[in-house]
Nanobody
């Protein structure tokens, strides 16, 4: 059974930083596609960062501010977010897919999801 459990969300002022974590079980983050999505109220989830093996891609809105990383030994995925803006406020989800992936691969292509963690950035 696959489980993805996120943590690390919270409230920060504009310009602040947060690190999200996603602990995976039953799913190898080292060899599968993993990604971080976010969801704004009333909107579909949108991908922000994708990793497949050593290939990492970001959507333009987070390039230079967000960093996706992986701890192979802990089977854990991280999203380091810096210089946060109020428009980054959303629920952030960890996602997995048993195939390759690339930037902007949409939500329906991912089979596994965490429960989400709220990020709120105040102006």
């Amino acid at each position: 059974q696959v489980q993805l459990v996120e943590s690390g969300g919270g409230s920060v002022p504009s310009g602040g930083s947060l690190r999200l974590s996603c602990v995976a079980s039953g799913f190898d983050v080292n060899t599968k596609c993993v990604a971080w999505f976010r969801q704004f109220p009333g909107k579909e989830r949108e991908g922000v960062a994708f990793m497949y093996h050593d290939d990492i891609t970001y959507v333009d809105s987070v390039k230079g501010r967000f960093t996706l990383a992986r701890d192979n030994a802990k089977n854990t995925l991280y999203l380091q977010m810096a210089n946060l803006k109020p428009e980054d406020s959303a629920v952030y989800y960890c996602a997995g897919r048993s195939a390759s992936c690339y930037a902007a691969l949409p939500e329906p292509y991912f089979s596994y999801w965490g429960h989400g963690t709220q990020v709120t950035v105040s102006s």
